[in-house]
């Protein structure tokens, strides 16, 4: 199995910055894209952005120019750089992942979540 470990969320001031970190772990043999979601109360969860294994990267129009996101394949991990925050993306964060797991004669593939990071940003 595969789990997803975030870190990083916290309370900032309208202006600041925030880095968001998820890392994978378990039986992985591959992970193809990775992705952050956010969810803030009473809507629904929505992409951030995501990287696929080759460096593809797609951003929400709403952090486009504040948010970059980035991985590091030989650690398993994706980072979110988040800068110019502001009140409305207070939200909870989710790392997202699109992993291919198991033995090399029995590969399977799944979507896994993190369990969520609160990133709260006051005006």
């Known amino acids: 199995q595969v789990q997803l470990v975030e870190s990083g969320g916290g309370l900032v001031q309208a202006g600041g910055s925030l880095r968001l970190s998820c890392a994978a772990s378990?039986?992985?043999?591959?992970?193809?894209?990775m992705g952050w979601y956010r969810q803030a109360p009473g809507k629904q969860r929505e992409l951030v952005a995501d990287i696929t294994s080759g460096g593809s990267i797609n951003y929400a129009d709403y952090v486009k120019g504040r948010f970059t996101i980035t991985r590091d394949n030989a650690k398993n991990t994706v980072y979110m750089q988040m800068n110019s925050l502001k009140p409305e993306d207070t939200a909870v964060y989710y790392c997202n992942a699109d992993v291919s797991w198991g033995s090399t004669w029995y590969p399977r593939r799944n979507d896994y979540w993190g369990q969520g990071t609160q990133v709260t940003v006051s005006s």
């Open positions: 378990g039986t992985i043999l591959y992970i193809n894209a």
